[in-house]
């Protein structure tokens, strides 16, 4: 199971926080990824870690802005995320699986709010 967290209301150029505690297994060898999906658009990708730490990838949009980390040790996955835009707003979710598609990962949270106000 994994529970997202840190949502809320933020101004533009403000930062948030989120994180994603996984409970009941460990995702040993899993991915933990973070997507977005906004009012009326399709779920995106936003940025993803390996178990290890060592493989990290950002969407374009996201790049430089946001960081994603993870504490394997206590099977939780952050994303810091700096200078929102209002186009940033969107229900933010974490899930554990392999690559940047969210069809390709099995286990998702119940997603946290996001809204960046100009």
């Known amino acids: 199971q994994l529970q997202a967290s840190g949502g809320g209301l933020v101004q533009a150029g403000g930062s948030l926080r989120l994180s994603c505690a996984a409970s009941?297994?460990?995702?040993?060898?899993?991915?933990m990824g973070w997507f977005r999906q906004a009012p009326g658009k399709e779920r995106e990708f936003v940025a993803t870690?390996?178990?290890?730490?060592?493989?990290?990838y950002y969407a374009d949009a996201v790049k430089g802005r946001f960081t994603i980390s993870r504490n394997s040790a206590k099977n939780i996955a952050y994303l810091q995320m700096n200078s929102l835009r209002p186009e940033d707003t969107a229900v933010y979710y974490c899930?554990?699986?392999?690559?940047?598609?969210?069809?390709?990962?099995?286990?998702w949270g119940q997603g946290t709010q996001v809204t960046v106000s100009s």
């Open positions: 899930a554990a699986g392999r690559g940047v598609s969210p069809n390709t990962y099995e286990y």
């Open positions: 009941g297994r460990t995702f040993s060898g899993y991915s």
């Open positions: 870690i390996y178990w290890t730490g060592t493989a990290i």
